[in-house]
DNA sequence: CTGAAAGCGCTTACAG
DNA sequence: CTGAAAGCGCTTACAG
């Protein structure tokens, strides 16, 4: 092995192609594509010629010209709504390992809103094999590409968008876990509820406006009482800076809600300083939940009252469903997946004060 | 266009290729082809009629015969030491974005331990145009696949293991961060270190060790009575609960340092909470600090002081370096670029509390 | 302006 | 047991 292989390219030229290899190694090509294959038939001393010129030599055959003679790429395509959220970072990361560990490799692309139909049509021309959306998108958008990916006969599924025509789908009950955090609200007392970053009309049956106007129903209690909404006064961000802003002026209102219902953990730890930063005790003098249970919940203080998504869980779920529709005639029916929440209860919740 | 696609598939069978879709217009598959590629010399009637079947089939040219006809992938890879530490995703999701923004695509794989050959073989076999490492390897693993690298003519670049063999790396300068750390605790009267999480040999010129090392010979302080580490009294995690741990173990010592350097943010908050956990106060009892400036770190009561790695200004370089190597003969010697880091002093550090 | 032919790097019948 | 030939889906000279 030479000491330093910039300085002698010549030494040991690139072998590009099998036709490079097998003159190098003084075979025919058949042969040596026989031996890279493992097909039987050849004399143990072949073999190992092969072979070792192979470890020696590093060769690896094209990929792009085993696809173009019909073995299939094993690849799978994951459009992401973004990289920087850590629930969908670790559903990617889960996705990403047993798609690995069943000898598929990922293309990963984030599909930001207009560059959909490049990215998708970028994975079509490379013939992946099925594409995963991972998020929550532009609803025509992200319809639009699954259409097309149905009329070429490319599998698809998408995780975390509930309600798309004609799509594959696993995604989280948010409504189950809102009324399970409700009813647990409401048993400690809570009849105001202050919403940071949750969308305030029910989108689907799966969502969490569905949830908590479930929640308050039940309970003969009415939505727009005792409820109250703020998120139009700062620029949506969903991270820890829009939660300590949320929280401020919730302090400013004349009428505070006994407990704060946050979108993400996020928005629940930014709203923690918030109040703490007004000195105000959580949940003695108000009462917080997150929603994500991510690590953090668990070491603020107070900890956090959140929802478990049960990733590991749903994204097995998804493996199985995406890789299941591989070389199978596609259903005439899209799946349609529900995955059941868990509520933590920690610290950050108590009995409401009394006004 | 039917209204479902699925129960009509004769209706518009797939095409597949350049010849399939040539027929389906009428024309020949050279035609088509210039159409595609934007080239001169075609009345405009033809190319309408084209566009117009491209726009209603969707079909796409299949990019591995195009790549096979000499056309660029347009690909790089990248290996990432794992896709859980949040400075290690935002620095993909930053370089994903610069290359996208190229008009190149992104591989990724995640280098376990052991799989690396095949990462890079597969990499190889796609025949992409680069591979980027993001993480801290197994020295003489990626030595080697570097060194395959090389010989196989594709450019590479490691970011953040500094002192590769024949490596072109990007990296940041942990001494100068321990540096000037060091002396903010140093000038705020701090004689004696905990140190969580950070490994006690120094490994190299960068490393933080040496930055711990140098800040304490310049005040004429001994290493080894100044600090003390308990690390091996855990299992290695690096994440919060390894914090939590170590903060308690150091409490049930003896001799307590004045404050805590962690390895990085999430050691730093776990060590808050174990240290809040019992009874102390941060700074006034004991001053901590973290490393890497996770937004999570000035959300915390105190707000955490830490270093910043400036990640974006840090991928925008690598990127350039990466690209830069495309189509230009490989360099003799290799590229080694260091990265100034910032210290970020918050509420966590104060004076050193007089035993 | 359009089409038939060669060739990219492979594998797979088919001969020897 | 090994090799020459065809063909996967493209593009690019080269003819018409």
Redesign the interface.
């Known amino acids: 092995m030479p000491k330093?292989?910039?300085?002698k390219?010549a030494a040991?030229p690139?072998l590009r192609s099998t036709a490079d290899f097998a003159r190098h190694v003084g075979l025919a090509r058949t042969t040596v594509s026989r031996v890279i294959n493992g097909q039987p038939g050849l004399k143990q001393k072949t073999i190992d010629r092969v072979q070792r010129a192979l470890a020696e030599t590093?060769f690896?055959?094209?990929?792009?010209?085993?696809?173009?003679k019909g073995k299939r790429?094993a690849m799978v395509g994951i459009c992401m709504e973004?990289?920087?959220t850590?629930p969908a970072?670790?559903k990617?990361?889960t996705l990403?390992?047993l798609l690995?560990d069943r000898g598929f490799?990922?293309?990963?692309?984030?599909f930001t809103p207009g560059t959909g139909r490049d990215v998708v049509?970028?994975f079509?021309?490379?013939?992946v094999e099925a594409v995963v959306f991972i998020g929550h998108f532009h609803r025509e958008e992200i319809e639009a590409r699954i259409?097309?990916l149905?009329?070429?006969?490319t599998p698809h599924l998408v995780i975390d968008h509930y309600g798309l025509k004609?799509a594959n789908t696993v995604s989280l009950d948010r409504s189950a876990a809102m009324v399970a955090l409700m009813n647990h609200l409401l048993d400690l007392g809570h009849r105001s509820f202050g919403l940071l970053g949750i969308a305030r009309a029910p989108a689907s049956r799966y969502d969490r406006m569905t949830g908590i106007n479930a929640a308050l129903r039940a309970r003969g209690l009415d939505f727009t009482t005792a409820t109250l909404s703020l998120d139009h006064l700062h620029e949506r961000r969903n991270?820890?800076d829009y939660g300590?802003k949320l929280a401020a002026s919730f302090l400013a209102q004349p009428h505070r809600p006994t407990v704060f219902l946050a979108l993400n953990d996020?928005i629940a730890?930014?709203a923690?300083?918030g109040l703490?930063d007004a000195g105000l005790k959580v949940p003695r003098d108000i009462s917080l939940a997150g929603f994500n249970n991510q690590?953090?919940s668990?070491?603020?203080?107070p900890t956090l009252t959140t929802i478990d998504q049960n990733i590991e869980a749903t994204i097995a779920t998804a493996a199985d469903i995406l890789l299941a529709q591989l070389d199978v005639p596609?259903?005439?029916k899209p799946l349609v997946h529900v995955v059941a929440p868990a509520l933590v209860v920690r610290e950050s919740t108590g009995p409401a004060r009394v006004a």
Chains 1, 2 share one sequence.
Do not use: K, Y
């Open positions: 330093n292989p910039r300085l390219p040991s690139v590093g690896t055959p094209n990929a792009h010209a085993l696809h173009l790429t973004d990289l920087l850590p970072v670790r990617l990361a990403q390992r690995r490799s990922s293309l990963i692309e984030v049509r970028h079509l021309s490379m013939r259409a097309e149905i009329a070429h006969g004609n991270d820890f300590r996020a730890i930014g923690l300083r703490q690590d953090i668990s070491m603020t203080s596609p259903r005439a």
